[in-house]
């Protein structure tokens, strides 16, 4: 038998500053955690906010799609922690759902939080709904790099075992070195995921063709990260030898790949292009409301 000897992991509060519990709610804590993907939300709409000449839209209307969608990002990712990990605590006291200040997000459901909370605002507002998930598909990787960095110093969601010179000893998981997985994720997920997802993006490209790059981006690099990160004490690992996070990326995966096929099918649109299909649909429902008021018009004057 050898020893496994790792670098210690700096020993960092994973609470920057707690209050209450008030009215018996909480404690409310603000953790890295949390900080880094608010850290990653305002890096997501300056880079947001540059790019915004290439549509129409107005810099109230593109805070507004993003702040709906990090709403979506929070509430998705806890119905999908709940649901996709402690499903059995939430038949034990539904409540346990709403215990955000417990921990427990998911990163599938916050992207089909935000899936949701893009569809439905692209609706209201009369847009393309393709043309929205492309332009925030670059964006996202930032707010994953960031809350992975947030994962590692809180020393959460460690590595498996491992003798590599680069491994970390993390307080919480004993005293075997492991992967410093957050890190993996932070790298490919994060950094390299943004990079590929933004320079594609910078020329014209088959609607849905970026949405569907992104999907498939994190769906592989999730999956083969999991090989290197410890799978939840409370579920471990399927017969079929894969975690729950990789069964969850294998949807993503296939529906990226879908809508890669799909896209590619179409021409290539440019930015001038872009602007006028994202908003063909309001102005489809401006030019039906003004004939509307017109036809309305010539009954009172024939009355």
Not at 140 to 169: C, H, K, Q, S, Y
Not at 257 to 276: C, G, M, Q, T
Request: proline share 5%; with cysteine.
């Amino acid at each position: 038998m050898f020893e496994l000897v790792g670098l210690a992991l700096p020993e960092i509060d994973p609470v920057i500053f707690e209050i209450g519990p008030i009215f018996g709610i909480g404690p409310l804590a603000l953790r890295w955690y949390g900080l880094m993907y608010l850290i990653g939300f305002v890096a997501a709409f300056w880079l947001a906010s540059r790019r915004l000449s290439r549509t129409t839209w107005t810099k109230d209307e593109l805070s507004d799609l993003l702040f709906y969608c990090f709403i979506g990002v929070i509430i998705g990712g806890r119905i999908g922690y709940v649901f996709f990990y402690s499903f059995s605590s939430f038949l034990d006291n539904p409540l346990y759902l709403f215990k955000i200040w417990e921990g427990g997000m998911s990163f599938h459901g916050g992207c089909a939080g935000v899936i949701f909370a893009a569809w439905a605002y692209s609706k209201v507002k009369g847009w393309s709904f393709l043309m929205v998930g492309d332009f925030i598909a670059p964006l996202v990787p930032i707010g994953l790099g960031a809350g992975r960095i947030g994962n590692f110093i809180n020393g959460e969601l460690w590595g498996r075992i491992t003798d590599v010179p680069w491994a970390f000893v993390f307080p919480n998981a004993g005293p075997e070195a492991r992967h410093p997985s957050q890190l993996y994720e932070f790298f490919l997920e994060g950094a390299v995921l943004f990079v590929v997802l933004w320079l594609y993006s910078a020329r014209p490209r088959p609607v849905g063709s970026v949405g569907g790059l992104f999907l498939l981006g994190y769906g592989v690099f999730r999956f083969i990260v999991e090989f290197y990160r410890q799978p939840d004490e409370h579920l471990g690992l399927y017969d079929i030898g894969l975690s729950q996070g990789q069964l969850l990326c294998i949807p993503m995966i296939l529906a990226g790949i879908a809508l890669i096929i799909y896209a590619n099918k179409k021409r290539p649109v440019s930015d001038s292009h872009f602007e006028k299909s994202v908003h063909a649909g309001s102005n489809i429902q401006k030019n039906k409301k003004t004939n509307k008021k017109s036809k309305n018009k010539h009954k009172v004057v024939k009355n």
